[in-house]
């Protein structure tokens, strides 16, 4: 069967998973061509904005890795379809002329609405719908001072988040009387303007756009119908979108009067060998400007393409759960009690507003409207999709919890059936049934099922089921350390600082039993040193410290081990780098670069440390710390002191940074990287704390991480001074010392972190917490006491003893045996 | 033989003593002392001595360094895999001196390896 999809948005790419997925169950063959006017295969539209906040293109890639090359799919990117020819059944694109099908598909999505405006055509007039739009509206954005939006709709306020990502001075014009007149009532609307306003960005509402025109003081001027005008650089249209259906209609397909394809519920179009989904489909004289609704097309279509009629797609539900510049906005079901009878309850202390829209016999929750605060969504929606009966007073779940009073919305309430996650079609039963197979976490869900991948919002809400769950079958939730501590390593952590415990001796028979073990013992080591910075092989921590920090050095498979210098920055003297080679080849080392710009000396016995390390102080070397749940390296490129494309001395500051945090004992190892210029060629955001130079100084990024599972770092400020950056990642640091569980890099402790970047954003950038000078004076104490251990060892006749294979023999090590390779010593 | 003295071990902590040619990790908790082979059997380097020394549900313990297995201090015994097992060898304290008995006497309790 030859299908033709034209499209490859989110929902046109969901179709093609879902058809190659269900022809490889059935046996079908399928040869499947895909027409994208659009230069990239599918990404994110619904995440957009946040490629103005420091995502890429790629962060946006909707489409798994090699899909189109191991499904044997031909993908025609840059090449728009310019008709079809539903009797021949052939498809003409800009660069084949015939194309012929037996199925074909629609999911060519939606255009961006733009009034009739005269001058709607200016050269600073734009829409905002692909990356191509963005990159265009951030080009000319660079030259401006002030943008507009047109529309104050959902897409409107997206539109307007980016402008003032890109520094503008932003407007938002609004032709009804309150933003988001779809969704939200005008008190609902009255917040969140007031909200948005002190974020910034100036809102006009009831305004109608006549004319742009010439501007006196800036580039351009918005008319308006009541004589009034607002001068602007720059002009997005984002107020709707139009299905697309122009070349249905041109083939005949029916379309509805004000457009979109129409279809059945099997997502037929009138020609039953055409399929239409998505936004540009039009069913029971409805469209759906929603990813979700169109995911369920997708899977309808594809299912219904192979043979299979059971499934339908009838209608779907309308809620949505926003970010809309940083304040939560939610709308569920008839949020305007537009139903008969309908019976409504508000409360709002004009920082939240909160609208419960409920039947006339106070029984069933029909809508709900959130502004400030989105925490009750989940629970609202399900109230709402499953017509779960209502508690005696509604008001009860929207009113804030005083004490002995408490809210009735618990995840035991729901269904089964109850959908969870709309995006990818998730029931709470299949959450509990993933739960009973074996998957206790968030992201293993998210693997298993993919639950929470799509928007996100099911996730506070999914991550509560899977506890719930867990209960119930008996399992503790627990986050003990091991068997000797019933407490979490924060937990311990903080018992440790406030109550002053310096020995594990005093912690375990305080706080622990037993004797201890290979889990606990270290990370009370880590946490002694995090919080009080003494030297780790004082006789009472050393039969603490995992093997690598016992012997200050890495061990390698055959018992020798591994010898790295700090080299601050990745910068080395000709005359350093001659003495590390004068070392290694004394003690027949074999030498390595590592990938974080220092040099790795293999194969040193123990009894050869500190012979090893002698040599190196002479040299002016310290510890590279390569062997601690510490801070490794602050990698670095060349920066502005050499290159010609450098806006910061990158390495000025990568060595600043390195010599203040040097010797930090963390949860996990801890990496990071200054990057001179936008070309990030020290690979900041793959570190757990990175740096990019910007023309106004630097943007940090924090939580990044390369290994088994790559992360892509977060934007966590931008733009910052010297003295800024380095408050900054002071305090990042602190909470991640505090906070974060054993053996827990960064970016795992984010993704387990409540609230997310966000969160983390507010207590690192405005203090919510209210700890950041306290973790500013303990990562200056730290700073303060800073010694390099290899010459405090080297110094200490009772730490040197123990650098020796044999306690009653000089003899090294028979079972250590090298073999030359490549003009080197290696392990035999 | 005598090896060492119960100061030249940290309480808690292990050496490693060549009696008789053989590598042999020693361990001391509090005023006791334990004795292994040295070698690890996972990764066949010599460096049991180096472990952390510990307890697991009760039975004393050393986590190799290399991959983290844990042996008995007692029995030799891997406690992850029952089919590997480390020799064990008497170790005696006389005094403030270390003693081990050499291999091959009738001392030794046990020799799985």
């Avoid at chain 1, 990813?291 to 779907?316: C, D, I, K, T």
């Avoid at chain 1, 012997?551 to 990745?570: H, I, M």
């Avoid at chain 1, 990938?595 to 009894?607: H, K, P, T, W, Y």
């Avoid at chain 2, 119960?6 to 334990?34: H, M, N, S, W």
């Amino acid at each position: 069967m030859r299908i033709a999809v034209i499209g490859n948005g989110m929902v046109g790419q969901r179709f093609l998973e879902q058809l190659v997925r269900h022809a490889k169950d059935k046996g079908a063959a399928c040869d499947i061509t895909v027409f994208c006017e659009e230069p990239r295969p599918a990404y994110d539209r619904v995440q957009l904005t946040s490629f103005f906040s420091g995502k890429s293109a790629r962060d946006l890639n909707v489409v798994p890795e090699k899909f189109f090359e191991e499904h044997g799919l031909t993908l025609r990117l840059n090449d728009a379809v310019l008709g079809i020819d539903p009797v021949a059944k052939v498809v003409r694109s800009a660069r084949y002329k015939n194309v012929p099908y037996d199925k074909l598909v629609f999911a060519t999505g939606s255009n961006p609405f733009v009034p009739q405006v005269s001058g709607r055509d200016r050269r600073d007039c734009f829409v905002y719908r692909t990356i191509e739009d963005l990159e265009t509206i951030a080009a000319r954005a660079a030259r401006a001072r002030i943008g507009a939006v047109i529309g104050g709709g959902l897409l409107g306020l997206e539109a307007a988040k980016a402008l003032k990502d890109l520094g503008l001075e932003t407007h938002i014009v609004e032709f009804a009387p309150r933003l988001m007149s779809v969704q939200l009532d005008d008190s609902a609307g009255r917040l969140l303007r007031g909200k948005i306003e002190a974020l910034g960005a100036k809102v006009h509402v009831a305004k109608d756009t006549k004319a742009i025109a010439d501007g006196k003081t800036a580039r351009n001027q918005l008319v308006f119908s009541d004589g009034t005008s607002l001068e602007t650089d720059i002009v997005v249209f984002s107020a709707g979108i139009r299905p697309r259906d122009e070349l249905a209609r041109a083939a005949g397909i029916a379309v509805g009067e004000r457009g979109g394809i129409r279809i059945n519920s099997h997502c037929q179009t009138a020609n039953p060998d055409v399929y239409a989904i998505g936004e540009c489909a039009l069913w029971e004289g409805r469209t759906f400007g929603l990813v979700a609704p169109g995911y369920q097309m997708a899977e309808v279509a594809a299912r219904h393409l192979l043979g299979e009629m059971q499934l339908q797609f009838l209608g779907s539900d309308m809620s949505t759960k926003l970010k809309l510049m940083g304040v939560d906005v939610c709308s569920i079901g008839d949020a305007h009690g537009s139903t008969a009878g309908a019976l409504s309850y508000v409360y709002t202390d004009e920082i939240v507003y909160k609208k419960l829209v409920v039947s006339a016999d106070r029984k069933s929750l029909l809508g709900a409207i959130l502004v400030g605060d989105a925490a009750d969504y989940g629970p609202l929606l399900q109230l709402t999709l499953n017509g779960v009966a209502l508690p005696e007073h509604p008001e009860d779940l929207i009113l804030p919890v005083r004490t002995g009073g408490g809210k009735g919305i618990g995840v035991d309430m729901l269904p089964d059936a109850a959908l969870i996650c709309s995006c990818n079609n998730v029931s709470k039963g299949q959450i509990c049934e993933t739960v009973r197979g074996g998957v206790a976490t968030l992201g293993a869900l998210k693997k298993a099922t993919k639950c929470a991948t799509s928007c996100g919002g099911c996730g506070p809400l999914a991550k509560s089921i899977i506890d719930a769950e867990l209960k119930k079958q008996g399992v503790a939730v627990s986050n003990h350390l091991c068997e000797h501590f019933a407490h979490s390593r924060q937990a311990l952590f903080h018992l440790v600082k406030v109550n002053g415990i310096r020995t594990f001796q005093e912690l375990i028979s305080r706080h622990g039993k037993g004797k201890g073990c290979d889990i606990c013992k270290p990370a009370a080591a880590s946490i002694f040193a995090s919080c009080w910075n003494e030297m780790i092989l004082k006789p009472k921590h050393a039969p603490l410290q995992d093997t690598n920090d016992h012997f200050l050095a890495n061990l390698q498979k055959d018992g020798t081990y591994s010898v790295v210098p700090r080299v601050p920055g990745g910068e080395i003297t000709p005359a350093k780098l001659v003495a590390l080679g004068e070392t290694a080849k004394k003690f027949g080392l074999y030498t390595k670069i590592t990938g974080a710009q220092r040099i790795d000396l293999f194969g040193a016995r123990v009894e050869q440390l500190p012979l090893v390390w002698k040599e190196l102080i002479d040299a002016g070397f310290e510890s590279g710390h390569a062997y601690g749940k510490a801070l490794r390296t602050v990698k670095s490129c060349v920066g502005s002191t050499w290159c010609r494309y450098g806006v910061q001395d990158s390495v000025a500051m990568a060595i600043r940074i390195e010599q203040r945090y040097r010797g930090l004992r963390a949860p996990h190892k801890i990496k990071m990287a200054v990057s001179g210029c936008t070309r990030e060629c020290a690979e900041a955001q793959g570190k757990d704390v990175g740096v990019i130079a910007t023309e106004k100084g630097w943007n940090l990024y924090v939580c990044g991480n390369g290994g088994m599972k790559p992360r892509h770092a977060d934007l966590l400020a931008k733009d910052l001074s010297d003295e800024e950056l380095i408050q900054y990642i002071d305090r990042f640091l602190g909470l991640y010392v505090r906070t974060a569980d054993r053996l827990q890099r960064t970016s795992t402790w984010l993704e387990n972190l409540e609230g997310g970047i966000e969160y983390l954003r507010k207590a690192v950038c405005d203090d919510s917490l209210g700890l950041g000078a306290e973790l500013e004076a303990d990562m200056q104490k730290f700073v303060d006491s800073y010694a390099c251990e290899w010459k405090t060892a080297i110094e200490t006749p009772e730490i040197l003893r123990r650098f020796r294979h044999f306690v009653n023999s000089d003899e090294p090590d028979s079972g250590v045996v090298f073999v030359e390779e490549r003009g080197q010593l290696v392990p035999a | 033989m005598r090896v060492c003295g119960l100061e030249d071990i940290v309480p808690d902590t292990g050496v490693c003593a060549l009696v008789g040619g053989e590598q042999v990790a020693v361990f001391r908790i509090g005023e006791k002392v334990y004795a292994i082979g040295n070698r690890d059997p996972f990764s066949g380097a010599n460096v049991l001595s180096r472990g952390i020394v510990g307890d697991l549900n009760g039975e004393l313990v050393v986590a190799s360094p290399v991959y983290k297995q844990h042996f008995c201090l007692r029995t030799g015994r891997c406690i992850e895999d029952a089919s590997v097992s480390v020799p064990v060898y008497r170790a005696v304290l006389e005094g403030i001196d270390v003693r081990i008995l050499k291999l091959g006497e009738a001392n030794v309790l046990s020799s799985a390896v």
